[in-house]
């Protein structure tokens, strides 16, 4: 049989709470499940308070944005889209306020910064679609 016990823990990253669990108490843990509810440590039934007070501990300690290995090398090199699409939206801003600069500059004098800080956006933009290109190859 096996003993169910609720964690005070409303969200977790399974994989990584179930291996420090595990590791803990190897031959009295069974596992982590989690429902709309919470996350509940399962113990074998020969499981004594010590263990339980164990398993509560670090479930209480744990830290759902910390990925196990095999997470984080899951992750490696994968584009982080939200920040791209964050710097994309900056750009567009930046190049359309220099493009009401450039038109209301008097002189081709006036309007040389201008070009010159819009060749460097594109050089960025360039850049930052030959990364994304090598990411999805």
Do not use: W
Request: contains cysteine; aromatic residues 2%.
């Amino acid at each position: 049989m096996a003993r169910i016990i609720k964690t005070t823990l409303n969200t977790a990253n399974i994989p990584l709470l179930d291996q420090q669990l595990k590791t803990a108490l190897p031959a009295k843990c069974y596992g982590v499940n989690a429902d709309a509810t919470g996350v509940y440590v399962v113990l074998d039934d020969s499981a004594t308070g010590a263990d339980e007070t164990t398993a509560l501990s670090i479930a209480t300690a744990h830290d759902p944005e910390v990925d196990t290995p095999e997470q984080a090398a899951e992750k490696v090199g994968k584009v982080n889209v939200a920040a791209l699409l964050s710097a994309a939206d900056t750009a567009l801003a930046d190049l359309a306020a220099k493009r009401a600069a450039f038109q209301s500059a008097a002189t081709l004098q006036n309007a040389a910064p201008l070009l010159v800080e819009v060749a460097q956006d594109l050089e960025g933009v360039i850049k930052a679609l030959k990364y994304v290109l090598t990411r999805i190859q």
